[in-house]
């Protein structure tokens, strides 16, 4: 059977919502119910796998099957996951849809309740999740929405062996968080952090197999799990990990256990208590220790000191416990709880960096131990709910005593990396996020540990406690990245030109895209307007197209020297042209040319690394290399700067993360069956969601039927053809008498038909009469053209009928008179009728072949890629990978030619207009109105 995308599972489960919603529910509501089902089915289905093993292998030992599934296949004992006893496995609930003889809700709380039962590791956590539970008088989720869910979930299967990759159900379960946390708005802040922020707080801490990994404000679990995913993807192993982690919300708390158990993680500590108050990872009276200690605290809370445990965590000083400031007691019990070689890494808002009183207190103690060793600005608008400024604080403790930390790095001892990177980001409609490259950039200056202008710097805390800083680590204080001012030359403003010096700042963009800027630019005439005297009190006149040119040294007398001021080509005549300028020029072609020769070189290089996943099975390795290698193969080449260049390769690797994840646990013939799984289910849309993208655009299609995409185009094309014709008739010979609304109205056809059918009303009785005639006369001659027998009544039959045929002919001759004016008009309607009658059979079997090319459509993509060897399937895979990395790399280029097309335009807007111009428009006008009021006697 195909294996399971991620995407048709993210579809399968929204349509699952889809259906709550109908019911009225909010997301913060509805989710229990999504993830308690998905849960259930999710149980039910590996327990039946380890069933069906558990009894396949006492029958291959001899034993009969009947006591094999009772001995053994309902004993506890021999399952290593969840056991599920009857009343919570799917078949029996869906022996039970029909069955009204109790609420189809209670059968499915009655299920949570007996896996919960059998099952400690589930102990409290799907209490939460009730499918009877009242509201008023009305029920939460009714019976028919309980079966509708029960009916939906069983369409597709949920084994391990039916994932492309194996951690396909976390990944889906990760998209159902991430979706409800949209649509609860601020409430998703509490249990949601974005997963880009994760990712590069993980690549900053870098967990390790054998390390412990605690997250005191774990909210859905999410750092923890990406930490793992982290150590997974380094080639290390996952099961070596220690994950612990707090929150004090129980709906939260439910959804990170959850989190886990669906990804696969076994033996997470996750406890459900005030983490201030209460710490809850204990061993033998003292707070567990942490290799790495990553959280997203919930910004600007009050807390409590009353019956506090552990107090002795905040040595470094009391945060008032009103006015919302517990950001920093948070930072302090994160470093209290980690190991003398780990790391710290919280999400704090920018309040703590520099806010007076207790705060400065702390911030001082922290900074004189050396504790801070980075502080990271981060864009606006990132997390749900909060909008506030936010940044990410990186620690290390310090138990030495000595006032350089010796935990740190030796060349960040007494130094602090200040990185603003709040102005780098995409800008979404509600939520903003990190791009690939935003983090690949402040990974890389983490790591780097170096000054960056306008972007970062390494300050030491001896400045930092200068008295002029006073402790305050307000990023801009340190790292200003506000664009400079928008330079403006009044000289080029009042008499023409553009400014040579604004030119050459752009000098490296023009080289990076290939540009000559004389293209743009050409040198002016030496015609200079005089210079206005100190005294005179007004502006100089206009240049005179007769004037000398200046000398030489009247230019610099002027402050004109040699090419200081440039004019714009002739070629550029408006505004407009400058765009195709730049983008047709040779130079920027062939610059454009030259870089994919260099990528196609170093792909052919590189490639193979993908290749070899399977036996490698360390993606984060691969991505590095890939990485540094490809912004050295094109660096040389200036096009784009590391960061940028990175940044390609970082977003061609997440956008492919799914596809790498399934290269490396089923080689490429299972990329391309996920790929024809995903355009299966484009085209089938059993969930009614709307296809996920156009099926016939997907790049194995591009690549593979390109051939059979032309008769389909060719038949649409026909079709829309046959559509036109067929409006276009009905459109026309539209009388010149109708209203707007009768006109748009108005049907030819329709118009004729109506015609025929008024006319053949109006002579219904005689043409009826004609009918009947024809029938008459062609009876009476078939009878009489029987031989007739010898007799006289056989005789006398023959004649009557011969006087019966006269009489009949002759009505019908005098009828056919009459009505001969009728047939001819209805004879003019269908031969007028008879063009579009022949459009809609047409149109007809152009449609046919075209729904007949749809249906073959997916065997005939099956049939090609299966006919083909595994050899073609991985260089087809990899063409593909190649062309989604020239598309990413291809629009970082077009973005430094907009670049270039930005400056010329505005340029152009800023010095194309020089005051001669007013003064010549004001002239005319002046002189028109002159004119005008002339004519009216006014002067």
Not at 634 to 646: E, N, Q, R, T
Not at 691 to 705: I, Q, R
Request: aromatic share 8%; proline share 5%; charged share 30%.
């Amino acid at each position: 059977m195909p294996k399971l995308s991620l995407a048709k599972l993210e579809r399968h489960l929204l349509s699952a919502a889809d259906r709550l919603r109908q019911e009225g529910l909010d997301a913060a509501t509805y989710k229990d119910y999504i993830f308690g089902m998905l849960f259930l089915k999710r149980c039910s289905d590996q327990y039946d796998a380890e069933r069906e093993r558990i009894v396949n292998r006492k029958i291959a030992q001899g034993i009969v099957q009947d006591i094999a599934e009772e001995r053994y296949g309902e004993n506890p004992d021999y399952y290593d996951t969840f056991f599920v006893p009857e009343r919570a496995r799917w078949s029996y609930l869906q022996s039970k849809l029909n069955d009204a003889s109790k609420p189809f809700g209670s059968r499915l709380d009655e299920a949570l309740a007996a896996l919960t039962e059998h099952n400690d590791s589930l102990t409290h956590v799907l209490d939460h999740i009730q499918f009877q539970r009242m509201q008023g008088n009305k029920r939460v989720v009714s019976d028919d929405a309980c079966a509708d869910l029960v009916r939906h979930f069983s369409k597709h299967r949920l084994r391990n062996e039916d994932f492309q990759f194996s951690d396909l159900l976390g990944s889906a379960y990760e998209y159902l968080i991430n979706m409800f946390a949209e649509s609860a708005g601020k409430k998703g802040g509490d249990f949601y952090t974005p997963r880009d922020l994760i990712r590069l707080m993980v690549r900053i801490l870098k967990p390790a197999a054998g390390m412990r990994v605690y997250d005191p404000t774990c909210g859905s679990g999410g750092m923890l799990i990406i930490s793992r995913e982290y150590v997974e993807q380094s080639g290390g192993d996952p099961r070596d990990l220690v994950l612990a982690g707090q929150v004090n919300d129980a709906s939260a708390w439910s959804i990170c256990k959850l989190n886990m158990l669906l990804h696969g993680v076994e033996g997470a500590d996750i406890q459900l208590e005030d983490t201030l108050l209460h710490p809850q990872h204990r061993e033998a009276g003292e707070l567990e220790r942490f290799d790495r200690v990553i959280a997203n605290p919930p910004f600007s809370q009050n807390y409590s000191r009353t019956n506090m445990e552990y107090p002795e965590r905040f040595r470094w000083g009391w945060c008032p416990t009103t006015g919302k400031k517990a950001d920093l007691m948070f930072a302090q019990h994160m470093l209290a709880v980690c190991r003398p070689q780990g790391m710290v890494a919280t999400v704090m808002p920018h309040g703590v960096l520099f806010r007076a009183g207790a705060e400065r207190e702390i911030r001082q103690k922290l900074l004189q131990q050396d504790l801070i060793e980075a502080v990271i600005g981060l864009p606006p608008n990132l997390f749900y709910g909060a909008a506030i400024p936010a940044c990410i604080l990186v620690m290390r403790p310090n138990l030495s005593g000595q006032p350089e930390n010796p935990n740190k790095p030796e060349g960040r001892r007494g130094r602090v990396l200040f990185i603003n990177a709040d102005a780098e980001y995409h800008a979404g409609r509600a939520q903003n996020a990190l791009r690939p490259e935003d983090i690949e950039k402040i990974v890389t200056t983490y790591k780097r540990f170096e000054d960056l202008p306008a972007y970062a710097r390494v300050v030491s805390i001896a400045e930092i406690g200068d008295p002029s800083n006073d402790w305050n680590l307000n990023i801009r204080r340190y790292v200003d990245n506000a664009p400079p001012p928008e330079p403006q030359d009044v000289r080029a403003h009042l008499h023409g030109g553009v400014p040579a010096t604004e030119i050459d700042a752009q000098r490296a963009l023009f080289d990076a895209i290939g540009l000559d800027p004389s293209k743009l630019f050409v040198c002016r005439d030496a015609r200079y307007p005089a210079a206005k005297t100190a005294d005179s009190g007004r502006l100089p006149p206009p240049p005179s197209e007769t004037a000398e040119p200046i000398t030489a040294a009247r230019q610099l007398e002027l402050g004109l020297g040699q090419g200081a001021y440039r004019d714009f080509a002739p070629t550029l005549t408006e505004r407009a042209a400058i765009r195709p300028l730049i983008e047709q020029d040779p130079g920027v072609q062939a610059r454009l040319q030259t870089v994919q020769e260099q990528l196609a070189s170093w792909w052919r290089e590189h490639a193979p690394k993908l290749s070899a996943l399977s036996e490698r099975g360390n993606l984060n390795a691969v991505r590095a290399e890939m990485l540094a290698s490809f912004a050295d193969a094109l660096a040389p080449l200036a096009v784009l700067d590391y960061f940028k260049l990175a940044g390609v390769v970082a977003a061609w690797w997440t956008d492919s993360l799914a596809d790498l994840k399934t290269l490396m646990e089923r080689g490429f013939a299972g990329v391309i069956d996920g790929w024809i799984d995903a355009i299966a289910d484009a085209l089938d849309d059993e969930d009614n969601t709307g296809p996920a993208f156009d099926p016939f655009s997907h790049k194995l299609v591009l690549a593979t039927m390109g051939d059979y995409l032309e008769r389909i185009a060719e038949t649409r094309a026909e079709v829309a053809r046959l559509k036109a014709d067929k409006a276009a008739f009905e459109a026309d010979n539209a009388p010149e008498d109708l209203e707007e609304e009768e006109l748009n109205n108005w049907n030819q056809a329709k118009d004729l038909e109506r015609q025929a059918k008024e006319l053949r009303a109006e002579h219904h009785e005689p043409l009826k009469a004609i009918g009947k005639l024809a029938t008459q006369i062609g009876r009476l001659k078939t009878q009489l053209e029987q031989p007739v027998a010898d007799n006289a009544r056989a005789r006398t039959a023959a004649r009557k009928r011969e006087e019966q045929l006269r009489e009949a002919e002759a009505r019908h001759g005098a009828l056919e008179t009459q009505l001969a004016p009728v047939h001819a008009e209805l004879q003019r309607i269908n031969a007028a009728l008879a063009p579009y009658q022949q459009t809609l059979d047409d149109l007809a079997n152009a449609r046919k072949r075209y729904r007949a090319l749809l249906a073959d459509f997916l065997e005939e993509l099956k049939s090609r890629c299966g006919a083909m060897s595994e050899d073609v399937k991985e260089e087809l895979v990899l063409a593909l990978f190649a062309k989604d990395l020239q598309a990413g790399l291809d629009a970082a280029l077009a973005e430094r030619r907009a670049a270039a097309v930005g400056f010329a335009e505005k340029t152009w807007n800023k010095y194309r207009v020089t005051l001669t111009n007013l003064r010549e428009d004001r002239a005319r006008i002046e002189e028109r109105i002159n004119s005008v009021l002339e004519q009216l006697d006014y002067t």
